[in-house]
């Protein structure tokens, strides 16, 4: 089954869409999707190729990935109407939804447990640093350097500016010394390895699968602190688009209990869909 990946930015398709006229619901030729960019996009969205062969499949028309280019782009296209369908983070999800209220959270999976990673559908910011290193307890994290993943994460972000601020009774600026956003996860766990930052704030899901790809081993890092489970990414689709293809959406996500076919599960490491609204995402009202 063939899927079109889109290689222009994002930012055309923002200035290209056109709000439709009055009408009932929405139709496109075309569903376009998206995600957050959270480690590599390239294999990010190599991995969701399954899931979009079984959309394009089940819906009868083409589905297009938009490339992103940050959080806040796939934000916006939702907006704009450019993106019909999305993977977003609680954070951004919340943003998102601030904007716009059509949008809608439809589907999150559940995840087996991993190296940081508990099993279920929740997951968890982490504060880490280089397990053969010096720094060994949070207080000896003062005037070391951070690295934060964007400003619209959640784990990578906002989590930590909310909730680790009030353990160390600051701000990341004032606690830590240099502080830099290094895009994705993935990029953040690194610049840890590398020496480029000496801690980093990032989700204990997407690090475990960087452990699943061989990308780092889990006796490189040491956790100084965890955040309280948060609820799992979810999916969303604008809610002007038509019910019946809203319908096989969900189809594809929750038939069979969530048990969809093996090579759309194996793709995302995942176990199973699940349902959810956005009262499931209540617990990050102060992120709001």
Known sequence: ??????????????????????????????????????????????????????????????????????????IEGLLAGAVDLARLGPSSYLAARKADPAITPFATFSQPAGAFQSAGPFYQSLLIVRADGPLKQPASLRGVSLALVDPDSTSGNKVPRYFYSQVTGMSLESWFGRVSYAGTHTGAA?????GRAAAAFVSSFQLSTM??????????????????????????????????????????????????????????????????????????????
């Open 190 to 194: 690194t610049a840890v390895i590398d």
């Open 211 to 288: 452990i699943n790809e061989g990308k780092l081993l889990p006796q490189e890092l040491r956790v100084l602190w965890r955040s309280a489970p948060l609820p799992m990414d979810p999916f969303v689709y604008r809610g002007t688009l038509c019910p019946d293809i809203t319908d096989k959406i969900r189809a594809v996500f929750l038939g069979r209990h969530g048990l969809t076919e093996a090579p759309v599960l194996d793709g995302m490491n995942a176990i199973r869909f699940l349902p959810i609204q956005d009262s499931d995402y209540r617990v990050l009202d102060g992120l709001r």
């Open 1 to 74: 089954m063939r899927w079109r990946q889109s290689s222009a930015a994002l930012l055309v398709l923002l200035a290209a869409a056109v709000p439709g006229h009055a009408a009932d619901c929405e139709r496109p030729a075309r569903l376009r999707y998206s995600m957050v960019p959270e480690g590599d996009v390239k294999s990010d969205l190599a991995r969701f190729r399954p899931l979009l062969d079984r959309l394009q499949a089940t819906l009868g028309m083409p589905v297009e990935v938009v490339t992103p280019a940050s959080y806040g782009t796939v």
